[in-house]
């Protein structure tokens, strides 16, 4: 199971590639054009998730908080999603997220049974860029 998020009205800086193009050339264009899809799987999107609403708990409602969590088609508009990608990018260059995957990663590797859910400060990053690219989005 995955969390597939795409841009409400995305940045885009060509036209997407033709139906005969190759698997490679679309991944280009959406790597070129990163607010049109983002993807992570259940592992990776609950603690992402997680540390955007505990950061962003003044930006979103309950209700966006809640349906993150779901694959229901929920929608974040475009300024709620540029104040996300701006409180993730001050954090990031802050260095706090850096400390925040230290401390998670430690947490994770303690822990009795092994806990799939990682959490990183690339997923951070791409979240982020993806944000301020989408024009709002959906969570799928």
């Not at 005969?20 to 054009?33: A, Q």
Request: proline residues 4%.
């Amino acid at each position: 199971m995955g969390f597939d998020l795409s841009g409400v009205n995305p940045k885009m800086r060509y036209d997407e590639p033709s139906e005969d193009s190759t698997h490679e050339e679309y991944t280009e264009w959406l790597d070129d054009n990163p607010g049109v899809y983002f993807r992570n799987n259940v592992w990776w999107w609950r603690p992402l998730w997680d540390y955007v609403c505990d950061q962003c708990h003044d930006i979103l409602t309950e209700q966006d908080i809640a349906s993150g969590s779901y694959n229901d088609g929920h929608k974040i508009g475009k300024v709620k999603s540029l104040h996300i990608a701006r409180r993730l990018d001050k954090l990031l260059k802050q260095g706090e997220v850096s400390q925040y995957e230290i401390a998670y990663e430690e947490w994770r590797s303690s822990q009795d049974k092994d806990v799939p859910y990682p959490f990183n400060e690339d997923n951070v990053r791409r979240f982020s860029k993806f944000c301020r690219e989408s024009g709002g989005f959906y969570i799928c």
